[in-house]
């Protein structure tokens, strides 16, 4: 073991190496670019004060691997001129830091929890949790047996299957219960390739912002000989039809369009989209996670082949959600195994989630009208503060999108330190994107496809308000908003 390793901007490649997997005592050069963030500021700054790194922002792949070998050392020490500084046992992973760094923090006078990431998952409303219990405690049987507590469980499922179609408008679909909106996507594009190797028709049609479940998937099956196009989008982050058409091959078997998009809310033109596939006869599967429960999805009047839904954005529980298919779309199924959802989908269905989620669907559906309008009357109110910041961007469409959500970036910020920074001192839950890519040290796809750059991707956050949220919640994000951006601009000029 080395008593010091000095990190020095000559030495980083060599410590990279040495310090994997061993414990060191670390002495970092305050003059090395990689390390700037990394001490100076925990050096200099006053205790209490914002932003006492112990390892630097990632900038880069060197910075990155850096960074990770670093901090998985067991203990991490910092000695400057031989005198300790800081010291930790164990970490964490915060905004991309794998340090603990709250303690550092000063929270505000009226610090308390705001959350407002509802594009990322929803607080399971009362009735929901209430149906969840109630299912698991009473109605426990396995759906798939022939006695009385089974046929029980499976009346369970009659009933959510029942909800679904009457609040979707199911007249010519089926519906598949699955393990949540991924399961779901994964399985209509499954089926969709199985059924173009079956006709030879090997080309597939998706655009640049879809869900990661959906792009992932159409990537794999390139491997068999499958043709992906992936169409842009303009600024609003529309698919234009007149593209889509173009790309319409006699090949093509799918097109994938998602319903809303899960960072910047923009709703694309499903009913003309469905139109364009039909009259081409191309399957069309829509991703309608984020849409579900919060528009008015009418199926009887959209050419929607397979539907993708996940309870647990509309205050349904998390790991379920259901595939709506159309009588006269193929399906494959995806998991193989018992004969559970009419040989579709093996595996015991998740009684309790299934009948949680109808009824937080039964619910959003009884009272959408209600809830939108409180939704947008939260959401104008923050767009007319954010108008207040200055040198700011607001993404995607300002009037074909979802209620409550509100994507912005703000120049010369680090959006990681403004996550960071509205968390810690003021409690408030935003993202910089889908929750599903938090980690990722690469700018969302699904901006740079705006025609962002990577720089003003990176400033961004997410804000998405719900029937949940209160105007008072509002104020109080502004509020810290104002604060922050002002603070971080101010601190990196």
């Not at 914002?50 to 991490?76: G, H």
């Not at 300790?84 to 303690?103: A, F, H, L, S, W």
């Not at 519906?175 to 173009?196: P, R």
């Not at 990537?219 to 992906?228: A, H, L, N, T």
């Amino acid at each position: 073991m080395h008593e010091f390793l000095k990190i020095t901007p000559e030495n980083h490649e060599q410590a990279i190496r040495e310090i994997a997997g061993k414990l060191y005592i670390l002495y970092f050069s305050k003059d090395c670019v990689f390390c700037r963030e990394a001490i100076a500021n925990l050096i200099n700054m006053p205790e209490n004060s914002l932003f006492t790194y112990a390892v630097c922002q990632v900038d880069d792949e060197k910075d990155f691997r850096m960074k990770e070998n670093l901090l998985s050392l067991p203990t991490f020490r910092v000695y400057e001129n031989g005198e300790k500084i800081r010291e930790t046992n164990g970490y964490n992973q915060t905004y991309g830091v794998n340090y603990d760094m709250r303690g550092s923090i000063e929270r505000c006078e009226n610090y308390h929890t705001v959350y407002a990431d509802n594009a990322a998952t929803t607080k399971m409303s009362k009735k929901a949790l209430k149906a969840f219990v109630d299912c698991a405690k009473d109605n426990y049987g396995n759906p798939s047996t022939n006695y009385e507590l089974g046929q029980k469980a499976k009346g369970t499922l009659r009933f959510a299957r029942a909800v679904m179609r009457e609040t979707l408008h199911l007249k010519k679909h089926s519906v598949i219960f699955t393990g949540g909106g991924s399961e779901a996507d994964n399985q209509a594009l499954y089926s969709a390739y199985k059924e173009g190797i079956k006709q030879n028709r090997k080309h597939m049609i998706t655009s640049a912002i879809e869900h990661h479940a959906v792009l992932h998937t159409l990537e794999s099956f390139k491997d068999d000989g499958f043709e992906i196009t992936v169409l842009p989008v303009n600024e609003k982050g529309l698919v234009e039809l007149k593209t889509l058409k173009k790309a319409i091959r006699p090949d093509t078997i799918l097109v994938s369009i998602m319903y809303a998009n899960n960072e910047i809310g923009t709703i694309q033109p499903v009913k003309a989209i469905g139109e364009l596939c039909k009259k081409h006869n191309v399957l069309f599967h829509c991703d309608a996670v984020q849409a579900v429960g919060h528009v008015n999805i009418d199926l009887s009047k959209l050419n929607i082949d397979y539907l993708s839904v996940a309870a647990h954005k509309f205050n349904g529980p998390k790991g379920v959600g259901a595939l709506i298919v159309a009588e006269t779309a193929p399906v494959s199924s995806l998991i193989l195994g018992g004969g559970q959802e009419n040989a579709r989908r093996a595996g015991t269905e998740n009684v309790q989630g299934i009948c949680a989620m109808a009824t937080a669907l039964q619910e959003h559906t009884k009272h959408l009208r209600r809830d939108t309008k409180k939704t947008k009357e939260l959401m104008n109110a923050l767009l007319a503060g954010l108008n207040e910041i200055p040198e700011i961007v607001f993404n995607g469409d300002a009037v074909k999108r979802l209620p409550g959500t509100v994507n912005v970036s703000f120049k010369n910020v680090r959006g990681r330190e403004l996550l960071f920074l509205l968390d810690a001192k003021y409690g408030i839950c935003v993202s910089g994107g889908s929750a599903c890519n938090t980690n990722s040290k690469k700018p969302s796809h699904v901006l740079l496809a705006l025609g962002l750059s990577e720089e003003l991707a990176e400033s961004t956050v997410r804000i998405s308000l719900n029937q949940d949220n209160s105007m008072e919640d509002v104020e109080y994000i502004l509020k810290a908003l104002k604060e922050s951006v002002a603070y971080l601009r101010e601190r990196n000029n």
